[in-house]
């Protein structure tokens, strides 16, 4: 299917901008890095989170707890896909008790995604605090769900969709809102 890019509203120095806010927000809230780990939700979170550690370890000059997390099995809306979607490799290496932790994704849109992370997250442990980071929060919540740091508000239709490009992923550092009704199909 090709679709029409509506327009570029983060671009590499925008997220670049927001991975140093939102890892000194971390840092502030949480008062360093001790008990600090941070979990990525695949695919884009864990690219994400990849860069905030990035970042907190330059600011603190340690090494903090790093995961990646696949909510695959944890979706409520597996069953209605035509296609099963693959499940992926969840690494956890340290133990999630008396952790901080923050998950991150790319975009925060209804929520249910991070209701699936919460899920999947509770089978691994009871961490101390569970905080979320997002990239984007577009709005339209169906569930009470609330990010702790954002990069960037961005009010979309719910029509609209958020596409987050990553250098390491996509070979660019991008996010685009995307208009459905100027897709074609190819």
Same mark, same amino acid.
């Given at each position: 299917?090709?679709?029409?890019?509506?327009?570029?509203?983060?671009?590499?120095?925008?997220?670049?901008?927001?991975?140093?806010? @939102?890892?000194?927000?971390?840092?502030?809230?949480?008062?360093?890095?001790?008990?600090?780990?941070?979990?990525?939700?695949?695919?884009?979170?864990?690219?994400?989170?990849?860069?905030?550690?990035?970042?907190?370890?330059?600011?603190?000059?340690?090494? @903090?707890?790093?995961?990646?997390? #696949?909510?695959?099995?944890?979706?409520?809306?597996?069953?209605?896909?035509?296609?099963?979607?693959?499940?992926?490799?969840?690494?956890?290496?340290?133990?999630?008790?008396?952790?901080?932790?923050?998950?991150? #994704?790319?975009?925060?849109?209804?929520?249910?995604? @991070?209701?699936?992370?919460?899920?999947? *997250?509770?089978?691994?442990?009871?961490?101390?605090?569970?905080?979320?980071?997002? *990239?984007?929060?577009?709005?339209?919540?169906?569930?009470?769900?609330?990010?702790?740091?954002?990069?960037?508000? @961005?009010?979309?239709?719910?029509?609209?969709?958020?596409?987050?490009?990553?250098?390491?992923? #996509?070979?660019?550092?991008?996010?685009?809102?995307? #208009?459905?009704?100027?897709?074609?199909?190819?």
């Amino acid at each position: 299917m090709e679709f029409k890019l509506t327009s570029v509203v983060f671009d590499a120095k925008d997220i670049s901008r927001a991975i140093t806010r @939102i890892s000194h927000e971390i840092l502030e809230r949480n008062k360093g890095a001790n008990n600090l780990a941070l979990i990525g939700i695949r695919t884009r979170g864990v690219t994400l989170a990849q860069r905030i550690r990035v970042k907190i370890n330059e600011v603190e000059n340690t090494e @903090i707890d790093f995961g990646i997390l #696949d909510i695959t099995l944890y979706r409520d809306d597996i069953a209605s896909g035509k296609h099963p979607p693959p499940v992926e490799k969840t690494s956890i290496p340290f133990p999630l008790e008396g952790k901080q932790v923050v998950l991150v #994704d790319d975009v925060l849109f209804t929520g249910r995604t @991070i209701r699936a992370a919460i899920d999947a *997250l509770i089978d691994f442990g009871r961490p101390s605090t569970v905080q979320l980071g997002v *990239l984007i929060d577009r709005g339209h919540r169906e569930l009470p769900i609330r990010p702790d740091y954002v990069g960037k508000n @961005i009010p979309t239709s719910k029509n609209n969709r958020v596409r987050v490009r990553m250098s390491e992923d #996509d070979g660019i550092d991008e996010v685009h809102i995307i #208009d459905p009704s100027t897709e074609k199909d190819s």
